[in-house]
Every structure is written in structure tokens, then in C-alpha cells.
């Protein structure tokens, strides 16, 4: 079975300095990777994704990830956050055949002023 | 506006009782998906559909059932066999390949939170 493993349940993190939210896949077969983000009492929404290609993807507020097959990990990270990046971010993991999606247990970022 | 549309944002319900949560969407895709929201527990599959008029279970479908006679209407009941149905419940659809794979994201509902009292 494939699972997603987010390693940190919360990540409290002072404004403008660098953040990475740390994210394992198991898998023996090709995945997509995801990172959706939400904020309270909403649904997620899509920060950015790796489907095949250059490894590092980035998303239009600052937020990049790199796909590392031989660590079969896709850390999130921002050099310099933000009050507004105060959100849960939880990490996904779809295998190209068969259409469904498996998540983490998201991670509770808190930009600290 | 193309989009997701859930209703009612907030419901409550008394034990013993069946709920109906709604699941629009106008975005033509193939493939929706009901899932549950826990604290610290992330997203669990509830039902997912492929197709009009088929649907399949998925990690957490005891207490549940779904309905799929349109494709673009997903409606979740919440069974008074569900014994523990409070939670968020999150609606999303995606648009499968020609040949049922993957080809991008799930798009979101803004979600209902069911409580019972």
C-alpha cells in the first residue's frame, strides 16, 4: 500500500526566516506528488505538484519542492515566510494509474510575528 | 465561477438521525470523491466515483453511502451507523487521462462540518 508521512505535526517558525516541511512516500511504482494547502474552516487548494520533468517545482507565493527519488521525499520549503503563510499544508502522493490520491497528516505551519 | 459547491457548511444532527451532505461541481470532471477530516489524522477516502452511475468504496466507507445518477451531483449520507460522524467532510473531483490515470490535482469543496449533538 503507498502512504504519505509527513513528519511534523506542527512547525512554529519566526517571519522572514526560511521554513521546510518535510514529506516521505512509499511507493514502488510512479507517483505524482502534491502539495495542497488550507486555511481554516476551508477546503485545500493546490500549491504546487510534480508530475514528471525537472525535479524542483515552484509554486507563485515563494514555495518550492524537489522531487528526490532516491529519498523518495518532497520537502516543501520557503526561504522567507510570511504572517499569511499561516496554514496547514498537507502533502499528497497519486499513482499514475487508478485515479486516487493518498495524503499525510498535515503539518500546522505558524508564522510567528 | 467553475468550481466545487458543498452544502450546508454547517450542520447538526441528532444521534440515530441520517444526513445528506450535497456535491456540486461545473467543472466537467470524470471522478469525485468524498473525503472525512480528522485533527491530526489528515484526509480519509470515504467513496470515490469514476464515472457516472459507478462508485467504489474506499478506507473508511462503514456508516456511509453515495450516490453518483449525475456526474456532476456526488451526495454523501452519513448513516446513523456511522458511530462517530462528527467531523469535516471535504468533497473534490478530478479529470482522469484517456486511460484512467492521473493527470493533475483534486480540486476541492470548501466542506461541511457535521456535528453531532
Known amino acids: 500500500a503507498q502512504s504519505v508521512t509527513q513528519l511534523d505535526s506542527q512547525v512554529p517558525v519566526f517571519e522572514e526566516a526560511p521554513v521546510e516541511l518535510r514529506c516521505n512516500y512509499s511507493s514502488s511504482v510512479s507517483v505524482y506528488l502534491f502539495w495542497y494547502v488550507q486555511y481554516p474552516n476551508q477546503g485545500l487548494q493546490l500549491l504546487l505538484k510534480y508530475l514528471s520533468g525537472s525535479t524542483l517545482v515552484k509554486s507563485i507565493n515563494g514555495f518550492e519542492a524537489e522531487f528526490n527519488k532516491s529519498q523518495t521525499s518532497f520537502h516543501l520549503r520557503k526561504p522567507s515566510v510570511h504572517i499569511s503563510d499561516t496554514a496547514e499544508y498537507f502533502c499528497a502522493a497519486g499513482r499514475n494509474t487508478g485515479n486516487q490520491f493518498y495524503f499525510g497528516t498535515g503539518t500546522s505551519l505558524t508564522v510567528i510575528p | 465561477d467553475g468550481g466545487i459547491t458543498q452544502s450546508p457548511k454547517y450542520l447538526f444532527r441528532k444521534e440515530g438521525q441520517n444526513v445528506t451532505l450535497s456535491c456540486e461541481q461545473n467543472?466537467?470532471?470524470?471522478?469525485m470523491y468524498w473525503y472525512r477530516q480528522d485533527p491530526g489524522q489528515g484526509l480519509r477516502l470515504i467513496y470515490y466515483?469514476?464515472?457516472?452511475?459507478?462508485?467504489q468504496k474506499g478506507d473508511i466507507a462503514e456508516g456511509y453511502s453515495v450516490s453518483r445518477e449525475k456526474k456532476e451531483s456526488f451526495p454523501l449520507t452519513v448513516t446513523s451507523a456511522q458511530k462517530n460522524p462528527t467531523a469535516f467532510y471535504l468533497c473534490a473531483s478530478s479529470q482522469p487521462g484517456l486511460a484512467g490515470e492521473n493527470t493533475g490535482e483534486l480540486f476541492f469543496g470548501e466542506g461541511s462540518r457535521l456535528t453531532v449533538l
Open positions: 466515483s469514476q464515472i457516472v452511475n459507478d462508485f
Open positions: 467543472l466537467n470532471h470524470d471522478a
